[in-house]
């Protein structure tokens, strides 16, 4: 499943983005799919999950209320809608899909990753 990430550039601190993941091939919605990041320097950390219909979501602890998951599946792709930006989050994000239709927040239980898209909060 290739995935062709999108969307990220540079923002001012409590600005809004939305990433996009664009995925190829008929079996993107059977999978769910995720969106991880990572900071430089740092490990790549899980930021949000969603299932194969949609119906279900997973966050990040610290991101839940700012962040937003969702998935069309007439179009391939799923999104991360990223409000009240942080400096902290300041990261290169992927996108991935997991060989499980359902929710998963396991990096290793991701398949498919894409090639990142960077996202530079300013303050």
């Known amino acids: 499943v290739p995935l062709q990430a999108s969307g990220g550039g540079l923002v001012q601190t409590g600005d809004s983005l939305r990433l996009s993941c664009a995925a190829s091939?008929?079996?993107?919605?059977?999978?769910?799919m995720g969106w991880f990041r990572q900071a430089p320097g740092k490990e790549r950390d899980f930021v949000a999950a969603?299932?194969?219909?949609?119906?279900?979501?997973d966050y990040a602890d610290s991101l839940k209320g700012r962040f937003t998951i969702s998935r069309d599946h007439a179009k391939n792709t799923v999104y991360l809608q990223m409000n009240s930006l942080k400096p902290e989050d300041t990261a290169v994000y992927y996108c991935?899909?997991?060989?499980?239709?359902?929710?998963?927040?396991?990096?290793?239980?991701?398949?498919?990753w894409g090639q990142g898209t960077l996202v530079t909060v300013s303050s």
């Open positions: 091939g008929r079996t993107f919605s059977l999978y769910s």
């Open positions: 969603i299932n194969w219909s949609g119906s279900s979501t």
């Open positions: 991935a899909a997991s060989g499980s239709a359902e929710i998963t927040t396991t990096q290793a239980l991701y398949n498919y």
